[in-house]
């Protein structure tokens, strides 16, 4: 679903930023600083965020903007999928989140499955690489691309963490309630195509 308001106001914070950055001059920092502020506007208006909350979220970073990662542990266990029930929404979700700075994709997921679900966790292979907004989530104000990674349980068992209050395994044809700003039921159908064809190639958009 197009998001027109959405987009503009990244743009325009992509571009403000990029300018705060690498701009020497007083009066185009002012400028560029006018159309963060612009953005943040734009936000604030279309969405039930608090400007104080958007400021913090949107338009606290430097540098040149660049998209943000996620990465999803994806776990099968008797051809059923694990999934975690997130505190936030209570709804349910591949365990993952953003990755963490000095980590590699891997180790976050193996982090994150351990965090979210309880579980030790072994990386076996990368099977997609999805753009967020290419997918039917809800609108959301950064740019990230989400890694879903195959890994496989050696240790440990199901327990919950501090973002999420329950664990358990789905069959494809019997998933709870999702949480679309975590995955939508069209990319944890997509893992299962992999649970069947181990050999499909990755998919990325």
């Known amino acids: 679903m197009s998001h027109k308001w959405l ?3 990244k743009q325009i914070q992509s571009i403000s930023q990029a300018g705060l950055a690498f701009s020497k001059d007083l009066y185009d920092l002012e400028r560029y600083e006018t159309l963060r502020k612009i953005s943040v506007e734009i936000l604030a208006e279309y969405t039930d965020l608090k400007m104080e ?3 913090h979220l949107f338009a606290n970073e430097s540098g040149y903007q660049t998209p943000k990662v996620d990465v999803r542990g ?8 694990l999934l975690v029930k997130e505190e936030h929404d209570q709804k349910w979700a591949l365990p993952g989140g953003f990755c963490d700075i000095g980590l590699s994709p891997s180790e976050n997921v193996v982090k994150e499955v351990k965090e979210e679900a309880g579980y030790d966790v072994v990386v076996k292979r990368l ?5 967020y907004h290419k997918h039917p989530h809800p609108p959301q104000a950064y740019h990230y691309y989400k890694l879903f990674i195959l890994c496989e349980i050696y240790g440990g068992n199901a327990a919950t963490g501090i973002e ?3 664990v358990n ?4 044809d019997n998933l709870p309630p999702l949480s679309r700003m975590r995955n939508t039921e069209s990319q944890i159908q997509l ?7 181990p050999n499909k190639e990755v998919i990325l958009d």
């Open 53 to 55: 909350k958007i400021q």
């Open 74 to 81: 994806v776990v099968f266990k008797e051809d059923k999928i």
């Open 164 to 166: 999420t209050n329950d």
């Open 127 to 131: 099977l997609a690489v999805f753009d």
């Open 191 to 197: 893992m299962f195509e992999f649970l069947n064809h």
């Open 169 to 172: 395994f789905f069959d494809r």
């Open 7 to 9: 987009e503009w106001a």
